[in-house]
């Protein structure tokens, strides 16, 4: 199978199946810059508006073989699953027959968390004869570099709270919880779980300014890195312009994000927050220790 990455128009069409955010519209924006077509597989309830103007289809989470077929009949080989979806309520979802097939292994999957969920998800794709791609790969997204990637480099106890919250993502990472947490002047305020990267910078931003930082003096970071069990080609952790507003907003001082293992979008727009507000960014080494 070719691979539809090489900017040539007479490839594939890139299938994407699409949840909310702006990373699936970045993955589709550079399909277009490369002449490259794409299918949008708009999942029902998760449907992003900025990806209207693209060619697709709105289907059910649960139409696995509405999906497979629609792929097909656009004529797609790579197909690249970005955006936001929330756990669907399994007892609602009205499944065809593959996906009806497929409900009881899919429900086992989701018992043990998101990322067996979305195996299972990836290995029925790849049983139908698509290949699944990462994000990076598919958008040109920036995979994150090492050491000061935006602002200034981070205090000594800002590195600190580095290591501490490293280990922190990296052990709820292990459960299969969330990719992030925030820790401050040694002292976990939050981690992430379903509710998701934004909520828990809200939720931190609620707590007792007595434990966080504020605008005239900025402390604590939010770190961010991949589930050790999880697949890198969906659901690598992506910042973007949102992340920086939201971090600014809880008094932070900085996000850090594992080396290779973080996607950032949108990152002209970053560094403008970033020096706006006077955080940083880091790259910090997967085998990263206390």
Do not use: W
């Not at 934004?198 to 970071?221: E, I, N, T, W, Y």
């Amino acid at each position: 199978m070719s691979t539809a990455l090489e900017g040539d128009a007479g490839h594939a069409p890139l299938g994407i199946i699409a949840g909310l955010g702006h990373l699936p519209v970045k993955i589709a924006e550079a399909a277009h810059a490369r002449n490259q077509k794409v299918f949008v597989v708009r999942l029902k309830g998760f449907v992003e508006p900025a990806l209207d103007s693209y060619p697709g289809t709105e289907i059910g989470i649960a139409e696995i073989g509405k999906i497979l077929k629609a792929l097909k009949h656009a004529e797609c080989e790579d197909v690249c699953f970005a955006g936001r979806v929330a756990r669907p309520d399994f007892a609602a979802l009205k499944p065809d027959l593959k996906g009806l097939s497929l409900l009881p292994k899919v429900v086992a999957a989701a018992r043990q968390g998101d990322d067996a969920l979305l195996r299972v998800l990836v290995e029925t794709v790849e049983a139908d004869g698509f290949r699944v791609i990462g994000a990076e790969q598919a958008s040109g997204a920036l995979l994150a570099g090492a050491g000061v990637i935006l602002g200034a480099a981070p205090s000594a106890e800002c590195m600190a709270d580095i290591h501490k919250a490293a280990e922190v993502a990296a052990e709820i990472g292990r459960l299969d919880i969330g990719q992030g947490a925030i820790v401050c002047d040694g002292l976990v305020l939050c981690v992430e779980a379903q509710e998701g990267t934004d909520l828990m910078l809200q939720r931190c931003a609620q707590l007792d300014p007595k434990l966080r930082g504020d605008a005239s003096h900025r402390k604590g970071v939010l770190v961010k890195r991949p589930k050790p069990i999880q697949d890198r080609r969906i659901d690598l952790p992506t910042i973007g312009p949102m992340t920086i507003e939201g971090a600014a907003a809880a008094g932070l001082a900085g996000v850090a994000v594992e080396t290779g293992g973080a996607l950032l979008v949108s990152i002209d727009d970053m560094k403008e927050l970033a020096d706006r507000y006077g955080l940083f960014v880091y790259g910090f080494p997967k085998d990263l220790k206390e």
